[in-house]
């Protein structure tokens, strides 16, 4: 087995460094004078340009029998857009850095994906990597909140890219033979269409609910301290619940695995909408972090093995159908607030997670 210590750590950096620029960004927005609309534009902007370049290099990864020039090219220029950040100034040259964050950046986690599944038990390496993504995550928002000032942070984050670049000259890689037929996208969609599709009936479930959760909990008495605390509950339980999907996927349990992800996310979300207070989220918090590792591990796996000769293609179609679902879960999230309430969204977001449980029994 091929070493994949090297992925691993370009990995989690690259989460890392993606969520601290991410994470406050509506707040930079609010301070540069940009209307909430605007806000919103800009975070549909970086969602739209992951959807077209996760499916763009994991194609072209596929094609060329190569992940590590994507991996090193997507850590280098990705390095150099979040350096970009410091000179956000209106709304015109923000929408424009983060839509390219998001198209560099995309070039990144799926070969790399598709790299740690290169061996013949591949199921506990895809979970590891994914648990180290999920601990990015956790180290982008507590790093942050702690750094604090704007500057620093994007400088910070291009810093940790660069670092990734670094160690990804490192992965070692036996070439594989270049693909002699046409990996069409078309064909690679089709084998998964019921996995994509009640993928995306629950990213949308969930984004109907992300974009105006902390004001939820904001409602139900949380202060920012606990609404952080709330976040990481979910991120550190991810990182526990992706290691133990990959071992049990290796006895081909993948579509279980989606299943019961989908039906925690569902029990989930109805909690949300009982819950009177902030602490009674806490545990739900912990479920959704199984709800997440079970159903992003097992729906790796699933396309894997239904695409072993398009790995990077299948799975990076899955990385478009979560930005394509946070695009309109977003939008949707909007409306239902506005003219109901917080609330309203994660009983909306209970409803469509069971459409999607629905949908997943034809995997």
Not at 18 to 27: D, Q
Not at 285 to 305: E, K, M, N, T
Request: with cysteine.
């Amino acid at each position: 087995m091929e070493d994949t210590r090297c992925a691993y750590a370009v990995f989690f950096l690259s989460r890392t460094s993606e969520m601290m620029a991410l994470l406050f960004i509506p707040l930079l927005g609010l301070e540069l004078g940009l209307s909430l609309w605007e806000v919103g534009i800009i975070v549909a902007s970086y969602q739209l340009a992951n959807l077209i370049s996760h499916t763009l290099f994991g194609w072209a990864s596929d094609k060329v029998g190569r992940r590590k020039p994507f991996v090193v090219a997507g850590c280098l220029a990705s390095s150099a857009i979040f350096w970009a950040h410091l000179a956000i100034s209106d709304f015109s040259s923000m929408l424009a850095i983060r839509f390219g964050a998001g198209l560099a950046i995309g070039a990144v986690f799926y070969p790399l994906i598709a790299y740690a599944s290169s061996s013949q038990r591949f199921e506990k390496p895809v979970g590891l990597l994914s648990s180290m993504g999920s601990l990015g995550w956790l180290a982008g928002d507590v790093a942050a909140g702690a750094i604090g000032r704007y500057d620093l942070i994007f400088e910070a984050s291009a810093a940790l890219l660069l670092l990734a670049s670094a160690l990804s000259l490192f992965i070692k890689e036996s070439p594989a033979p270049r693909s002699h037929r046409t990996a069409r996208v078309q064909e690679v969609f089709r084998r998964g269409r019921w996995l994509y599709t009640s993928y995306f009936l629950r990213h949308l479930a969930a984004y109907n609910i992300w974009a105006v959760f902390p004001i939820y909990l904001s409602m139900l008495g949380a202060s920012k301290l606990w609404i952080g605390i709330l976040y990481a509950l979910n991120m550190g339980a991810q990182v526990l619940a992706m290691n133990i999907a990959g071992f049990l996927a290796e006895g081909g349990g993948e579509k279980r695995l989606v299943r019961a992800g989908i039906l925690l996310s569902a029990a989930v979300f109805t909690t949300y909408w009982l819950s009177q207070s902030y602490l009674q989220v806490a545990p739900a918090q912990v479920l959704l972090g199984f709800a997440w590792g079970f159903l992003y591990v097992g729906s790796l796996i699933y396309l894997i093995r239904r695409s072993p000769e398009e790995r990077a293609t299948a799975t990076g179609i899955l990385g478009s159908t979560i930005s394509a679902a946070a695009v309109f879960g977003s939008f949707l999230s909007g409306a239902v607030a506005e003219v109901f309430s917080p609330r309203e969204n994660t009983l909306l977001g209970a409803f469509i997670a069971l459409l999607a449980l629905i949908t997943s029994l034809q995997i």
